[in-house]
Nanobody
Framework: QVQLVESGGGLVQPGGSLRLSCVASVSGFTLGAYTIGWFRQAPGKEREGVSCIDSSDGRTSYADSVKGRFTISRDNAKNTVYLQMNSLKPEDTAVYYC??????????????????????????WGQGTQVTVSS
C-alpha cells in the first residue's frame, strides 16, 4: 500500500505557474512500482483526469485541456511525482489529487485508459491540494 500527500497548491494569477508535488510513503515496494495519475475536481463538476505517468518507461499522457501547459514527471529516488503547471487559466481552478496503482496489476502503457475509463483502479489517493487561478 502507498500513502500519498499532495502539496504546492495555492492562489495564482492567470498566466502564472505552480508546481504540485505528490510524495509517496511506500511499504514493500518502491515508487517505481506504481503508475501515478493526477486528477482534479472543480466545484459542482465531476472529477477529471489530468495526466499520468507510467512507472516502467516513464510514458506520459495528458488531457487535451492541459496539453502543452502541464508536465508530469517523477523522481523515484525521492518518492515524488510532480505536476508542473504553466500558463494557468481560471478554468484550471480545482482541487488536484494524485493517485497510484501497482503497475504490474494492469500492465504498462495503459495509464491513460485507466485514468479515463477505470479510475477506481487507482487504489491509493491523496487528500488533495487546492489550486485557484484568479486575478
Amino acid at each position: 500500500q502507498v500513502q500519498l500527500v499532495e502539496s504546492g497548491g495555492g492562489l495564482v494569477q492567470p498566466g502564472g505557474s505552480l508546481r504540485l508535488s505528490c510524495v509517496a510513503s511506500v511499504s514493500g515496494f518502491t515508487l517505481g512500482a506504481y503508475t501515478i495519475g493526477w486528477f482534479r475536481q472543480a466545484p459542482g463538476k465531476e472529477r477529471e483526469g489530468v495526466s499520468c505517468i507510467d512507472s516502467s518507461d516513464g510514458r506520459t499522457s495528458y488531457a487535451d485541456s492541459v496539453k502543452g501547459r502541464f508536465t508530469i514527471s517523477r523522481d523515484n529516488a525521492k518518492n515524488t511525482v510532480y505536476l508542473q503547471m504553466n500558463s494557468l487559466k481560471p478554468e484550471d481552478t480545482a482541487v488536484y489529487y494524485c493517485a497510484a496503482y501497482v503497475t504490474r496489476a494492469l500492465g504498462t502503457g495503459v495509464c491513460w485508459w485507466v485514468v479515463t475509463t477505470a479510475p477506481t483502479a487507482f487504489g491509493s489517493w491523496g487528500q488533495g491540494t487546492q489550486v485557484t487561478v484568479s486575478s
